[in-house]
């Protein structure tokens, strides 16, 4: 289930995923997470055109794809990009664009992970 954009849990959920650095202003701008005991894909508020940023759909999408591998995969939060993750998530349409405009917009990604 897509939860929306505006869901009250997101900064909670935002600071538990954020791993890159618990100190640092960059989010997570996406997580599939249990909400309410129903797994559901979170998107970050902010991407919301109603909270101002207004997200691009190639954004948006590569986001969903990025968390279904997740989902596929079943990956774990101690290698949550293993190389058959990267490989797949490097198939995402749009991708570079995409992750250049989360960069942009001080979201972490992908690149910021060790491999």
């Not at 900064?11 to 249990?34: F, L, Q």
Request: aromatic share 6%.
């Amino acid at each position: 289930m897509l939860t929306l954009l505006k869901d009250p849990t997101w900064p909670d959920v935002a600071k538990s995923v954020n791993r890159v650095c618990d100190d640092t202003i960059y989010v997570a701008p996406g997580s599939i997470e249990m909400v309410s005991g129903e797994e559901s894909l979170l998107v970050h508020p902010i991407l919301s055109r109603s909270a101002g940023n207004g997200a691009p759909i190639f954004v948006i999408r590569y986001i969903i794809h990025h968390e279904m591998v997740h989902k596929f995969l079943g990956t774990s939060s101690t290698d949550p990009h293993p190389e058959a993750f990267r490989r797949l998530d490097a198939c995402a349409r749009d991708r570079s664009r995409a992750l250049q405009w989360l960069r942009k917009n001080h979201f972490t990604t992908i690149e910021d992970s060790a491999r």
